[in-house]
């Protein structure tokens, strides 16, 4: 069964450094999104992508955060300079194109800022 | 803009009850809702959508527009339903935005 991949599965930085994040979403899915989910609350959505554009982005701190998906097939979700409120839980997710269609969810990349 | 509310955090129930977890929503359009689950150690899965309108797991969710409303229900709890519940909403460009979320512990 096809899934969502995301990479690295955890990830320690220190503050101040660039860290990166990669997903890449199930063949055919047009649209993807990425998430941030603190401790004890529900994902936030960052960035949507539909193809290679960017739908939604009002989520995203644009001053150190950056996300691509240059070829509308997988994507990296940038954070530079992390600060120790960036740790959290980044999910990706895909769905087919369409109108409010299933969202499929990757294991996420745990992040610690130390 | 569209907003999704759980208010419960934590609900407690024993194997064989009857449960809800409420799920609230602001949306000026017309919105479809979901309901995921994440059990321990697994990812974020759809449940069930209320325009499927079937029940997945003994699990169902009636869309009341009036109260703004998408309240999952299941009439007997099992211990297996013990798991992280989200409620999503998804709008018009496809976006999809979640509550906060309510963990369900089932008692033995």
């Known amino acids: 069964e096809a899934e969502v991949a995301q990479s690295p599965r955890y990830k320690i930085t220190e503050k101040s450094q660039a860290v990166a994040f990669w997903c890449d979403p199930i063949?055919?899915?047009?649209?993807l999104y990425w998430y941030r989910q603190i401790l004890g609350q529900g994902p936030e959505l960052l960035v949507q992508f539909q193809d290679e554009s960017v739908v939604d982005d009002s989520q995203l701190p644009k001053d150190r955060f950056s996300a691509e998906r240059l070829k509308g097939v997988d994507s990296t979700l940038k954070i530079q300079p992390a600060e120790l409120g960036d740790s959290a839980m980044y999910l990706c997710a895909s769905s087919l194109a369409g109108i409010r269609t299933e969202a499929f969810f990757g294991q996420g990349t745990r992040l610690t800022v130390v | 803009a569209q907003r999704v509310t759980q208010p419960e955090k934590l609900l407690s129930v024993f194997k064989g009850a009857p449960v809800e977890l409420k799920c609230n929503y602001s949306?000026?359009?017309?919105?479809?809702l979901f309901w995921y689950v994440q059990y321990s150690r697994q990812r974020l899965q759809l449940l069930l959508r209320?325009?499927s309108r079937e029940s997945i797991k003994g699990f169902t969710a009636d869309l009341n527009k009036g109260e703004t409303s998408f309240h999952l229900k299941k009439p007997f709890a099992q211990e297996e339903d013990s798991a992280m519940y989200y409620c999503a909403l998804s709008g018009g460009n496809n976006d999809m935005r979640f509550g906060a979320g309510t963990r369900l512990t089932v008692k033995p």
């Open positions: 063949s055919g899915h047009a649209t």
């Open positions: 209320h325009i």
């Open positions: 949306y000026s359009g017309s919105p479809e």
